[in-house]
């Protein structure tokens, strides 16, 4: 077979034999994104009163994690009570040594369990997903069928997401330059796990049958947002109404208490009764909400 492949790169561009990191040409995010790891300054992370110290950011892959430990807060699990300290990854928070050193991948959330001796690190948000519905055996079905049926959808959505976000979303909302042919890939893709989110959906109630799961935590802050046209400012261009039964799901997950509080933790962005940006204290919901705080500040 013939590989033409640089036969077919636009007029004027030709790569280069060896690839050379170039920080501006990334876009929204060039100061964030970086060919190496590791840490790029000399930062120790907070520590709070409780076994559970939470550091990210209310992205979709944030949201996940703090949705479900307000869940788990929900149905009395009071183990789950967690400190949440905000990594903001546009100023690089991530590539500080301490939160290298929980997740040396640098990408939020990231977790530690100071229950357990030594304390367990947690990063990547399925793992931490799964990490908490075992340690607190919530949240993860029980039936054997039911229970496979979950890790199915969850670990979907870890394959999935990179299309949508890393995908569509870059192409479409934050790539200096719009690439008809990029968007066309990956919309077509996006719209393609619509559909088939849309189909499973029409024949049940949540993802893993009847029963709310980690499976859903894990989907509803991407797809969920999407289908409520939250996300990218692309629900007229991917019409994400025609998706009914997955619209319906989205809107009864975000009805649900614990997912409204969950919502706005580490959330640094938007109307500020809506940003938790860090939570102690279930209080924290009603008296640190940044319209709180930014008012107080004003009468001190």
């Given at each position: 077979?013939?590989?033409?492949?640089?036969?077919?790169?636009?007029?004027?561009?030709?790569?280069?034999?060896?690839?050379?990191?170039?920080?501006?040409?990334?876009?929204?995010?060039?100061?964030?994104?970086?060919?190496?790891?590791?840490?790029?300054?000399?930062?120790?992370?907070?520590?709070?009163?409780?076994?559970?110290?939470?550091?990210?950011?209310?992205?979709?892959?944030?949201?996940?994690?703090?949705?479900?430990?307000?869940?788990?807060l929900e149905a009395g699990h009071a183990?789950?009570?967690?400190?949440?300290?905000?990594?903001?990854?546009?100023?690089?928070?991530?590539?500080?040594?301490?939160?290298?050193?929980?997740?040396?991948?640098?990408?939020?959330?990231?977790?530690?369990?100071?229950?357990?001796?030594?304390?367990?690190?947690?990063?990547?948000?399925?793992?931490?997903?799964?990490?908490?519905?075992?340690?607190?055996?919530?949240?993860?079905?029980?039936?054997?069928?039911?229970?496979?049926?979950?890790?199915?959808?969850?670990?979907?959505?870890?394959?999935?997401?990179?299309?949508?976000?890393?995908g569509f979303g870059h192409f479409y909302?934050?790539?200096?330059?719009?690439?008809?042919?990029?968007?066309?890939?990956?919309?077509?893709?996006?719209?393609?796990?619509?559909?088939?989110?849309?189909?499973?959906?029409?024949?049940?109630?949540?993802?893993?049958?009847?029963?709310?799961?980690?499976?859903?935590?894990?989907?509803?802050?991407?797809?969920?947002?999407?289908?409520?046209?939250?996300?990218?400012?692309?629900?007229?261009?991917?019409?994400?109404?025609?998706?009914?039964?997955?619209?319906?799901?989205?809107?009864?997950?975000?009805?649900?208490?614990?997912?409204?509080?969950?919502?706005?933790?580490?959330?640094?962005?938007?109307?500020?009764?809506?940003?938790?940006?860090?939570?102690?204290?279930?209080?924290?919901?009603?008296?640190?909400?940044?319209?709180?705080?930014?008012?107080?500040?004003?009468?001190?």
């Open positions: 077979m013939t590989d033409n492949t640089k036969d077919n790169f636009p007029a004027g561009y030709k790569p280069a034999d060896v690839w050379v990191w170039d920080k501006a040409s990334g876009g929204k995010f060039a100061n964030i994104n970086r060919p190496i790891s590791g840490p790029t300054s000399e930062v120790e992370l907070p520590r709070g009163k409780h076994d559970l110290q939470l550091h990210s950011l209310a992205t979709p892959n944030g949201v996940k994690v703090t949705v479900m430990l307000e869940e788990l183990g789950a009570e967690y400190d949440a300290y905000l990594i903001n990854i546009g100023d690089g928070d991530q590539f500080g040594s301490g939160f290298v050193d929980i997740n040396p991948n640098s990408k939020i959330p990231a977790m530690m369990d100071h229950s357990t001796t030594p304390p367990t690190r947690l990063f990547e948000s399925g793992s931490i997903l799964l990490y908490l519905a075992q340690k607190f055996g919530a949240f993860i079905p029980q039936d054997h069928h039911a229970k496979t049926e979950c890790m199915n959808w969850l670990f979907w959505q870890m394959g999935s997401a990179p299309y949508l976000g890393g909302a934050y790539a200096p330059m719009k690439i008809e042919y990029c968007i066309d890939r990956f919309a077509m893709e996006v719209k393609r796990q619509l559909d088939v989110l849309d189909k499973h959906l029409a024949k049940t109630d949540y993802m893993a049958g009847d029963e709310y799961s980690i499976a859903d935590m894990a989907i509803w802050p991407w797809y969920g947002a999407l289908a409520q046209g939250k996300l990218y400012s692309a629900g007229e261009f991917l019409d994400v109404a025609s998706y009914k039964h997955v619209v319906a799901w989205a809107d009864k997950i975000a009805a649900r208490p614990a997912v409204k509080r969950g919502v706005k933790v580490n959330r640094a962005w938007g109307e500020e009764s809506m940003q938790l940006r860090e939570r102690h204290d279930a209080s924290d919901f009603e008296l640190r909400t940044q319209d709180k705080l930014e008012a107080a500040a004003k009468d001190a």
